[in-house]
């Protein structure tokens, strides 16, 4: 049982334990490889390391309350979600609409770059995108475009470089994370929507964040 593997932790893993289940909690994915604030250059995650050590410590305890944990050792993704399906986050219209480009945008980097597990863009580049497929006919407004581009990087989809979130020359990095919570069937949905629509996501509906589902992985 999980208690006996707890209490075998020092003291300072303790809290480290708890720090990393309530960073689960709060953005469904944690990251072996990120950017550092301080040097905007990617570095490993010691709190992914630490969840590497502990996994079956995290499972078990987060299991009790009906969480469970993915871990993509390939891409370098741990990813939450409930087996019950609760805890839903509804994602609003114009972040469905960033988070699906930059889904498009990550897997167009990747089939040119097999040795990286990041890719990069702008914040013009992910706008002109988004004309170009049709899924807006005006720029989106800077309060929509913050709301949407700081969400998603508060569960870990990207992160900022530089610059202001509404800035075109802003630069990106998406995290694999994308992968997870975009999968290519649902990427295969949206091509088919605007092919007998000529525009997607044209009503006023929501999109589910499933708190990464198994379903949801990449295969």
């Not at 550092?36 to 969840?51: E, K, Q, S, V, Y």
């Not at 995108?129 to 949407?148: I, N, Q, T, W």
Request: net charge negative.
């Amino acid at each position: 049982m999980w208690e006996a593997e707890y209490a075998a932790l020092g003291e300072k893993d303790r809290e480290q334990f708890t720090r990393v289940v309530n960073l689960l909690l709060q953005k469904t994915f944690l990251l072996r490889d990120e950017v550092d604030p301080g040097t905007g250059n990617m570095a490993i995650n010691r709190d992914f390391r630490f969840l590497e050590r502990h996994l079956s410590l995290f499972r078990e305890y987060l299991r009790v309350s009906g969480w469970e944990i993915q871990l993509d050792a390939l891409h370098g993704v741990a990813a939450l979600y409930n087996r019950f399906g609760y805890n839903r986050r509804r994602i609003d219209k114009n972040t469905t609409y960033f988070l699906y480009v930059l889904r498009l945008i990550y897997e167009e980097q990747m089939e040119s770059l097999s040795m990286r597990r990041e890719a990069l863009t702008t914040v013009g580049a992910v706008v002109e995108k988004m004309f170009h497929l049709g899924l807006l006919e005006k720029k989106p407004s800077d309060k929509a475009m913050r709301d949407s581009l700081s969400f998603l990087r508060g569960v870990n989809i990207i992160d900022r470089l530089e610059g202001g979130w509404t800035g075109p020359e802003t630069r990106l990095v998406i995290y694999p994370a994308i992968i997870f919570l975009v999968t290519n069937d649902k990427i295969n949905s949206l091509f088919e929507l605007i092919a007998r629509t000529g525009a997607a996501f044209t009503g006023e509906g929501e999109e589910d964040e499933d708190e990464a589902a198994p379903e949801d992985a990449a295969g």
